[in-house]
C-alpha cells in the first residue's frame, strides 16, 4: 500500500462471501479487505458478479454463506438506510436519481441522515432547523461546483445530460459523508477524454475528502491509471489481486478477458 | 356565514373544505410519497364515528372530539400501515381497499352507533370556520413538511426507494409517517363532516368514497396541493351542478362525467390538472415571463 499500513483501518472485511440466485453462484467464497485511504479497482468481464458483491456489501442483497464486516461489526443484520448512516455509500450502474427532482434536492436528501431536526420544527422553521437546512445548502453547492453544476441545481435531475447524470450520483453518494464510497462504471457513456478527466477527480475526491473508494470498471486500463490495487472477479471468482502490473502480467486474467482483445486488455 | 349564503350553499362549501382535507391529506401518500391507498373512507369514517359518538354521549367539547378522531383514525393508520408498508406497490392498495370496507362493515354491525340505520342526533357543531380553518391548517402542515429534510425523504420514497435507502432514508419509517399523518386529517374531515351534518350513516364511506378522494388527488395532479384544492372542490360541486341534469333525464350521470373527465384528462394531461406545480410554482413562471 502507497501510504504505508500503519494507523489504517480496515473498513471492508469479507470472509468466504458467497451468493447464489437459483443454480447459478455468482460471487463465490470472496474474501478480501480494504482498508482506509485506499483506491480500489474491481473489474472483470460482463456477468463476472461486480455488482452482485456491491449489492452485497451495501445490504441490498444477503449473502447465501460468509461474512462481511464493517469497521468490525457484522453487516449482516443491517439494511440499506442503516450500512449508509455507518458510512457506505454506492453509485448504480443503471443510474439510480431521484429523475424528478432538482440537482440540488437530489444531494440534499443524502445529507438527511445528517439532520436532526424534527418534523414539528420543520412547521415553524425552528433555528435549528434553518441553521441545518443552510448548512446543507452550502455543503451542495461546494459538492456541485466539483463538476460544475451549480448552475444546474434547480433543474430537474432528470432532465441532466447522461454523463452529468453520472457525475450527480456520485456527488449524491458523497454527500453522505461516507467512509467508503463504491462507484459502480461512473464512467459507462462517457468517451476516452471525459473517463480520464473523471478518473482525475474521483482520485482528488479521494484526497481530499478522506473517503476510501471502491470502483468498478468494465474497462481495465481505465482503472489501471489511478488505482493502486486492483482485483478481479470472473464468473464470480476472485482470479487475481495486486498492482497494476501484477493484474496485466497474470495468466488467468488474460484468459478471462480473452473475449476482448488483447491490446483491450493491456493498453 | 349564514346571512351571507342560503343552507343549501353553505352546506356545498363546508363539504368543499372537508374533502379539501380529505385530498390534500391523501396526497401526502399518494402524490408526495408514492404509495397508493384507497382506503380513505375508512379513516374519515373512524374519525367521524369516534367524535359523533363522543359528542353525543359525554358532551365532551367539538375541539377534543374532532381530534381524539383524528388520534384514532392516526392510530388505525399506524396499525394498518405498519405491516402493509413493508411490502411493495399493489399491496398497499389491496390491503387499504380491505380496510376500508372492514370498517364500514364493521359500523354496519354495531347497535351503539346506530348499525345500518345510522346515527342520529349528533349535536350540530363545527361549520365554515371550523372546517376551513382545519383545512389551512391541513395545508399549512402538509406544505411546511414538504419543504423540509422530511419532505424530501417523503418524496425520495416516491422516486426511487433503493436510492433512497442507499441514502440512508428509512424508507419504512417515512412511509408510516406519511400514512399516519394522512390518517389523522381523515379522522379530522370524518369529525368535521359528522358534526355539519348531524347523521352517519356507513355507506357514506363507502369504497366509492375512497375512490372519489383518489379521483380529487390524481386529478388536480400527484404532488401538487394546489391540485388536490381545486380538484376537491370540482369533485364536490361537479355532481350537484348536474343534479338538474340528473332530475330531468332520471340517468345518474355523475359516474358517466367523472369517468369521461378522467379519460379526457389523462388523455390530455397525464400528470393531472397541476401535475406537480403549486400556485407559488405557477407564479414564480408567471413573474418570469413578464418581467
Ligand atoms: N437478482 C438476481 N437474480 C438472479 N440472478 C442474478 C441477480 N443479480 C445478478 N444475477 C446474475 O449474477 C451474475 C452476475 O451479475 P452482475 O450484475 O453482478 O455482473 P457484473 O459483473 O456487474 O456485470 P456487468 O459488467 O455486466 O455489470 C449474472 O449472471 C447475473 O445474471
Ligand atoms: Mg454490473
Known sequence: MLNGTHNKEVLIDADKVTIKFGGLTAVSEFTNKIVSGELVGLIGPNGAGKTTLFNMLTGVYKPTSGVIKFCGTDTLKFKPYELSQKGISRTFQNIRLFKELSVLDNIRIAAHQHTSYSMVESLFKSPRMRREENKIKDMAFDLLKIFKLQERAYEEAGSLPYGQQRRLEILRALATEPKIMMLDEPAAGMNHSETHELMETIHKIRDQFKVTILLIEHDMKLVMGICERILVLDHGVLICEGDAKTVQKNPEVIKAYLGASYEEIIC | ?291
Open chain 2, 1 to 291: 356565514m349564514d346571512f351571507l349564503f342560503n343552507e343549501y350553499i353553505l352546506s356545498m362549501i363546508v363539504y368543499c373544505g372537508v374533502n379539501i382535507i380529505l385530498a390534500v391529506s391523501l396526497n401526502l401518500v399518494n402524490g408526495f410519497t408514492g404509495q397508493f391507498s384507497i382506503g380513505h373512507a375508512g379513516f374519515m369514517a373512524i374519525g367521524a364515528y369516534l367524535s359523533a359518538y363522543l359528542g353525543m354521549n359525554f358532551h365532551t367539547p367539538f375541539i377534543l372530539n374532532t381530534i381524539l378522531g383524528g388520534l384514532a383514525s392516526a392510530a388505525a393508520g399506524y396499525a394498518v400501515g405498519l405491516p402493509s408498508l413493508r411490502l411493495k406497490g399493489d399491496y398497499l392498495a389491496i390491503v387499504t381497499l380491505g380496510f376500508g370496507e372492514i370498517i364500514r362493515v364493521v359500523l354496519l354491525n354495531i347497535d351503539a352507533v346506530g348499525g345500518a340505520r345510522g346515527m342520529y342526533g349528533i349535536p350540530k357543531d363545527g361549520g365554515f370556520f371550523w372546517t376551513y380553518g382545519w383545512a389551512v391548517a391541513t395545508i399549512f402542515i402538509i406544505s411546511q413538511l414538504m419543504r423540509s429534510t422530511h419532505g424530501r425523504a417523503f418524496l425520495a420514497v416516491r422516486e426511487d426507494e433503493i436510492a433512497a435507502e442507499a441514502m440512508g432514508i428509512n424508507t419504512t419509517k417515512y412511509k408510516v409517517r406519511a400514512f399516519v399523518i394522512s390518517s389523522f386529517f381523515a379522522g379530522i374531515a370524518g369529525a368535521l363532516f359528522a358534526h355539519y351534518l348531524c347523521y352517519l350513516n356507513p355507506s357514506s364511506f363507502g369504497f366509492m368514497k375512497s375512490i372519489d378522494v383518489v379521483v380529487m388527488v390524481v386529478l388536480g395532479g400527484m404532488g401538487s396541493i394546489t391540485g388536490s384544492v381545486i380538484a376537491a372542490c370540482i369533485i364536490t360541486l361537479l355532481p350537484e351542478a348536474l343534479r338538474p341534469l340528473q332530475e330531468i333525464t332520471k340517468i345518474d350521470f355523475r359516474m358517466v362525467i367523472y369517468s369521461l373527465t378522467l379519460i379526457i384528462l389523462m388523455l390530455t394531461r397525464p400528470k393531472g390538472l397541476f401535475g406537480n406545480l403549486e400556485l407559488s410554482d405557477l407564479w414564480k413562471k408567471y413573474v418570469k415571463r413578464h418581467s
